[in-house]
């Protein structure tokens, strides 16, 4: 693995000598690992900072392929969008892997530093809603009283963005009735990109289907962090999907 940036161009080649780039320095390492700091001294809370960190990072590389993808969409470039797709999907199986390592915690072991967590909780990250928004249209920042300025900020423009959706729609204007009814089943010159916006919305969708049964494994039926009430909220929306019309064309194929 190289991390010296070779073939990024010589401008920045130009101002910043590679020879003097370390591996740690690029990768801003002595900052990013001591980003881990448990409030407790309960022997999981590093694994579960850990877990929710990689989070982070997935869904802020996942907001700049979904973006992407969008845009190319809206400049009638379906196959690279395709691509961004198909990289959105894998980065969600990254997800449900990052995710399953916390059914390796015991509830007790849980339970030995969650009071630390105070009125801190999952729901609270902002890219998480940023993901559905960009995707769907969903959100509503007002009654997030959680978000930073900062957050808000971002939230808010991302809800006044197209999304993918409408990104789909207009690589699909002016095509006839039935050319569109086809997409929609995954037929036809843009069936692949109908198919790659599906697998998106199926690996968000298995993701929380999964964060559902490990909240479950780990806290039954109580209520969650934050006085939210758990599992079983996280279990309705798990039902929801970001493109409910091209599920629909699936029982147009039977």
Known sequence: MRADGA??????????????????????????????VPRTAAYDEQLFITVHQVHELWFKQ????????????LAG???????????????ERALLS????????APHDFQAFRGA???????????FHEVEAVSAGRGRTRAMGWLTDAERARLDRRLLEPTLWDGFLAVL????????????????P?????????GHDEGWALWRDRHVLVVERQ?????????????????VRSAERFFPELWEARGAVL
């Open 7 to 36: 073939g990024r161009g010589t401008a920045h080649q130009a101002t910043t000598p590679t020879a003097a780039l370390t591996y740690g320095a690029y990768l801003r390492l002595p900052q990013l690992l001591g980003q881990q």
């Open 62 to 73: 996942l907001l700049v392929e979904l973006t992407d993808a969008r845009d190319r969409m």
């Open 77 to 91: 470039d379906s196959a690279t969008a395709v691509r961004r797709l198909r990289r959105c999907r894998e980065i």
């Open 98 to 105: 990052a995710l399953e390592l916390l059914d390796t915690m």
């Open 117 to 127: 967590l105070g009125s801190a909780s999952g729901a609270q990250s902002a890219q």
């Open 173 to 188: 204007t002016g095509i006839p009735r039935a050319g569109r009814a086809a997409a929609l089943r995954g037929e036809g």
């Open 190 to 198: 843009y069936g692949e990109l109908a198919h790659a916006l599906l």
């Open 219 to 235: 806290i039954g039926g109580g209520r969650g962090t934050a006085g939210s009430s758990g599992a079983a909220y996280l279990r």
